[in-house]
């Protein structure tokens, strides 16, 4: 049962122009979610994090925006570049654990 | 500072063989996770350890051993190779664990033929 869904497994955006990648989950006792994005042959990076208190964080090109009533999270990127292609995954800590749980990701490729 | 670091890159291993994936990390956490990444699933849970001395699995812990050397490494051990655990191996700290930024290695890529 995948408790942190991607539904997108890839995105093709233009150079310049907004990517919107898109996280779901199912256990509403998850409060604290993390993207990260990952380029081919390397581990994935740290990219930005949301408590639930908020419903937007907010840092540089990248936004993330909780929606706790609809167990939804995104991801915005504004504008895009080409550097921005890799894979993106989204995760939520587990409460009263050191656990994390990851999505499937999801490939984004931004057009030149 | 390296970061955290795994060995070997890459591994080809035959059906049955035993192998251990090292890890290690410089950054002083204290919580450290092995985690495999397979096409169509993210990235799966193995092990963690949350802290020295203790460690517990996570969502796919069938035909792996783990061990937290000392805080600063983690080694996964496969006893009996599969074809089922080839995969892509990734290690990660953090600092704590809850809320915590996790850091992750470069990846082993393992192939069980």
């Known amino acids: 049962d995948q408790q942190v869904k991607q539904n997108s497994p890839s995105l093709s955006v233009q150079e310049g122009r907004i990517s919107i990648l898109n996280c779901d989950y199912t256990?509403?006792?998850?409060?604290?979610f993390l993207w990260y994005k990952k380029y081919p042959a390397e581990g994935p990076t740290f990219l930005i994090s949301i408590s639930s208190i908020k419903d937007k964080n907010e840092d540089g090109r990248f936004t993330v925006f909780l929606n706790k009533s609809a167990k939804h999270l995104s991801l915005h990127i504004v504008p895009s570049q080409p550097g921005d292609s890799a894979v993106y995954f989204c995760a939520a800590s587990v409460p009263g654990t050191y656990k994390y749980i990851f999505g499937t990701g999801t490939r984004l490729k931004v057009l030149a | 500072n390296a970061g955290v670091t795994q060995t070997p890159k890459f591994q080809v291993l035959k059906t049955g063989q035993s192998m251990t994936l090292q890890c290690a990390q410089d950054m002083n956490h204290n919580s450290m996770y092995w985690y495999r990444q397979d096409p169509g699933m993210g990235l799966r849970l193995i092990y963690y350890?949350?802290?020295?001395?203790?460690?517990d699995k996570g969502e796919v812990p069938n035909g792996y051993n783990v061990s937290r050397l000392n805080k600063r490494e983690f080694s996964l051990r496969l006893e009996s190779a599969a074809p089922s655990q080839t995969s892509v191996y990734f290690c990660?700290?953090?600092?704590?664990?809850?809320?915590?930024?996790?850091?992750f290695g470069p990846g082993t890529r393992l192939t069980v033929l």
């Open positions: 990660a700290g953090a600092l704590m664990g809850y809320t915590d930024t996790q850091y």
């Open positions: 350890s949350a802290s020295e001395g203790t460690t």
């Open positions: 256990n509403s006792m998850f409060d604290y």
